[in-house]
């Protein structure tokens, strides 16, 4: 048990998502300098148990995101780094032959842990890429027949460079599909470039962070975001958020029902990180750009064009009728 946990006995009937989300925020904010909004959205994929694919250059925070949540929820951090001729089994783990019992033993693989970073996850082979699928979804890994279930709680980060092509295996639909959200996390502006140089001028101010929320406090949360209300106009909202990008002439493949599934729970758990338990069309129009855009493709004409995925789901927010308003 570690100290926090020893120190503290929260009344896990009465967990404020709100609170635990402000925690984690404050102390991963020490790491994360000038990226509240980034910082919010990682640990709103942590309440709702989803998994995250950062997409940006090297060097901007990526990795040291994925180490500050780990600690500040005081999970056990594996980090994998994905490279062309990593097999399988590098990533599940491996059964060796014990000549003493002459039986098979289970060498459980990196995966398990809580907070696992996929770095350069489009580096690896698609033959590797998919030893995630399973454990993505099911929250399991099969070897040999046998099913091990991972921990609990379960959260992957997965980092890639969207500049750099050579050697690199881009990421299959069936994959991108399993992540909750898509951030970039973008350059620091000048002033937050000079804090960051500060903080770091005699050590790395990750070394300094502490856990901050239990595990049973976590859990607990994650628990209460799936009770927070949404209406059925709202709900009808998302769908036609959804539908759209499958009618839209400039997609070649809509959304599919797990991004509906995913813009809902991630509108729950924005609305109870703002204290609220009601879920508003804003909270969906929000999250509809980091949800849905990487599960969608977009055509060729539109791509010849530099019509992005995230232009197309922004226009779809323009154009789609918001629960409540009123058509001029």
Do not use: W
């Amino acid at each position: 048990m570690s100290d926090y946990q020893q120190q503290t006995q929260p009344n896990l009937a009465h967990v404020s998502v709100q609170e635990v989300s402000e925690r984690i925020a404050q102390t991963v904010g020490q790491v994360i300098i000038g990226k509240r909004n980034e910082v919010r959205l990682a640990i709103l994929g942590l309440l709702c148990k989803g998994h995250l694919l950062f997409e940006d250059i090297p060097g901007v925070g990526k990795t040291m995101m994925a180490r500050a949540l780990a600690k500040a929820i005081g999970g056990v951090f594996n980090r994998i780094q994905f490279t062309p001729d990593m097999l399988p089994s590098d990533v599940t783990g491996v059964s060796v032959f014990n000549p003493q019992t002459r039986q098979f033993e289970f060498r459980p693989g990196p995966i398990f842990a809580n907070l696992v970073l996929a770095d350069e996850i489009n580096r690896a082979t698609p033959k590797t890429q998919s030893a995630l699928l399973e454990a993505m979804e099911e929250r399991q890994v099969t070897i040999d027949g046998v099913t091990y279930p991972t921990q609990t709680p379960f959260m992957i980060i997965a980092t890639q460079n969207p500049i750099e092509y050579e050697g690199t295996f881009p990421l299959p639909e069936a994959q991108l599909d399993r992540f909750f959200l898509r951030i970039q996390m973008g350059y620091p502006t000048p002033h937050e470039e000079l804090t960051i140089l500060s903080a770091q001028q005699y050590q790395h101010p990750i070394h300094n962070i502490q856990q901050v929320v239990s595990t049973q406090e976590l859990l607990a949360a994650q628990a209460a975001v799936t009770q927070t209300y949404i209406a059925e106009e709202v709900k009808q909202y998302i769908i036609s958020l959804v539908n759209a990008t499958r009618t839209h002439p400039d997609i070649y493949l809509g959304s599919s029902p797990r991004g509906s599934l995913a813009l809902f729970r991630a509108a729950q758990a924005r609305a109870a990180m703002a204290g609220r338990d009601y879920v508003i069309p804003d909270d969906v129009k929000a999250l509809a750009e980091v949800t849905l855009a990487h599960r969608i493709i977009v055509g060729h004409a539109a791509r010849m064009k530099d019509v992005s995925a995230r232009f197309i789901i922004n226009e779809i927010l323009n154009t789609t009728l918001v629960p409540g308003a009123s058509v001029r």
